[in-house]
């Protein structure tokens, strides 16, 4: 089977007619996990058909609402669909602060299976997770409030690396050297990009330029500001640094 991401959201923390907040869906053998979950992910995930019963694990890149605030919704849903196999959350630790209380008071002990929380320092390059498949590893980023990246290493060294919510920054280029598909955020266009420094956000040039530096095979790129109607702008800026460049579409499937 080709391992795949499938966009469930790639709009930025203002969501517009256009874009969802961050969300994806990565299917690798026989698991699928989930990187962020912004509000609406659930409503993509049902409204696309996509299975939850491999749904194994979840990735958040930090707590900005745009990252996180569909999670109780999420886990409320699986509840109701019976869900009994346990769903394991890995996060910096004040989420599970800020969730089990919400947890109990909506599910309580009609939860109908367990949320495991696993707890990431977003500073550390490190391994979270591995299996006989996939191991998973942490990318540290730039941003205002601690934030990772993610960097899935299947079997047979097909990579995929997931950029969050970050400034430029050059210090990632070895960590995802030569990964076969890059998705890292661009929030502007360079018209706006002196509030990259301000938002602590990257233009999808810049996003290119670390594409380029790192040599990946193909770069995808989301985060979109509302600010920007026409993506084809960010699509355009990105291409005249890095021809392989895709915009993460919503509702569409990139295989690896
Ligand atoms: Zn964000
Ligand atoms: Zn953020």
Known sequence: ???????????????????????????????SFLIDCGEGVQLTIRQMGLKTNRLYCVFISHLHGDHCFGLIGLLSTLSMMNRTQPLHIYAHADLEKLLRPLIDYHCGDMMSFEVIFHHINPRKQIVIFEDRNVTVETIPLKHKVPTCGFLFTMKGQRRY?????TMYSPKIVPMISGVDLLYHEATYTDEHDARCKTTTHSTARQAAMIARDAEVKNLLIGHFSARVDDHELFLNEAQEVFPNTRLAEERKTFEF
């Open 1 to 31: 089977m080709t391992d795949s991401v499938t966009i469930l959201g790639s709009g930025s923390a203002l969501p517009t007619f256009q874009n969802s907040p961050s969300g994806q869906m990565l299917s690798l053998n026989d698991k």
């Open 161 to 165: 690396a997931y950029i969050s919510d």
